[in-house]
C-alpha cells in the first residue's frame, strides 16, 4: 500500500548544482502537485498537475521545472540550486476536484 | 488572489478543555479540508467540507463550515495529549489549485 513515494528523503546540495525530486503514486490518481514547506509558512504550491499531460505554475515556481512524465510520475527540478530553496518538499495526489489531496513522505532538502 | 489565514497560529490547551481554531479565506469556495501534522512528518487529512453549512464530527475534533462567511472551524473537545500538532485548513481554486493556511501549532499540556 505505496500511495504516494518521493525520492530521495534527504539530500545536500551545493549552491549552484541540480538535481531532480522523483515522486510516484500508485493510486491511478489525475492530480499531483509539489509544495514546499518553511517554517511559519504554512505549504507554498510549487507547480501542479492537473491530468496527465498538463502543468501548471503555482505560488513560488520561480527556480523549479517540473515533468508529469506519465500519469504516475511527477518530478520537480531544481535546475541550480540557492540556500533560498533550502525546505521539506511534498508531493502529493489526488483523483479530481473535490477529493481530499494524499502527501507522500516528504524531501528535506539543504542547500549550502 | 486567495488568502486563506488561521487563526491563532499557536494554542497552548489545557487537557480536558474545549478550543476553536478559524480558518478564513477571501474567494469563493465550497471545498475546504483539514489536515493534521506531526512534527517530521507528513501532512493526514482529517475533514473534507464539500458545501456550505457541512459539519463533519471524528472523535474530539469537528469541522464545519460557512461558505457564505468563507469561515471554517474547527473544534476540539475535551482536549487531550495525543491531539498535540499543527493542523492545516486548505481551499481549493479554480482550476486544481489547493492552497494552505499557515498552520495552528496546537500544544495540549496537563
Known amino acids: 500500500n505505496a500511495g504516494v513515494t518521493q525520492t530521495p528523503k534527504f539530500q545536500v546540495l551545493k549552491t549552484g548544482q541540480s538535481m531532480t525530486l522523483q515522486c510516484a503514486q500508485d493510486?491511478?490518481?489525475?492530480?499531483m502537485y509539489w509544495y514546499r514547506q518553511d517554517p511559519g509558512m504554512g505549504l507554498r504550491l510549487i507547480y501542479y498537475?492537473?491530468?496527465?499531460?498538463?502543468?501548471d505554475k503555482g505560488e513560488v515556481p520561480n527556480g523549479y521545472n517540473v515533468s508529469r512524465l506519465n500519469k504516475r510520475e511527477f518530478s520537480l527540478r531544481l535546475e541550480s540550486a540557492a540556500p533560498s530553496q533550502t525546505s521539506v518538499y511534498f508531493c502529493?495526489?489526488?483523483?479530481?476536484?473535490?477529493?481530499?489531496?494524499?502527501f507522500g513522505e516528504g524531501s528535506w532538502l539543504t542547500v549550502v | 488572489e486567495l488568502k486563506v489565514e488561521q487563526n491563532p497560529l499557536f494554542l497552548s490547551m489545557q487537557e480536558g478543555k474545549n478550543y476553536t481554531i478559524y480558518c478564513n479565506y477571501s474567494?469563493?469556495?465550497?471545498?475546504l479540508y483539514w489536515y493534521r501534522q506531526d512534527p517530521g512528518k507528513s501532512l493526514e487529512s482529517l475533514f473534507v467540507l464539500l458545501s456550505n453549512g457541512a459539519v463533519k464530527q471524528e472523535g474530539r475534533l469537528m469541522a464545519s463550515l460557512d461558505t457564505k462567511a468563507r469561515l471554517s472551524t474547527l473544534h476540539i473537545t475535551a482536549a487531550v495529549h495525543d491531539l498535540s500538532a499543527t493542523y492545516f485548513c486548505a481551499v481549493d481554486r479554480s482550476g486544481g489549485k489547493f492552497q494552505f493556511g499557515a498552520g495552528t501549532q496546537v500544544v495540549v499540556t496537563p
Open positions: 474567494t469563493t469556495s465550497d471545498r
Open positions: 502529493a495526489s489526488r483523483i479530481y476536484s473535490g477529493n481530499t489531496i494524499y
Open positions: 493510486m491511478n490518481h489525475n492530480s
Open positions: 498537475s492537473a491530468s496527465e499531460g498538463t502543468t
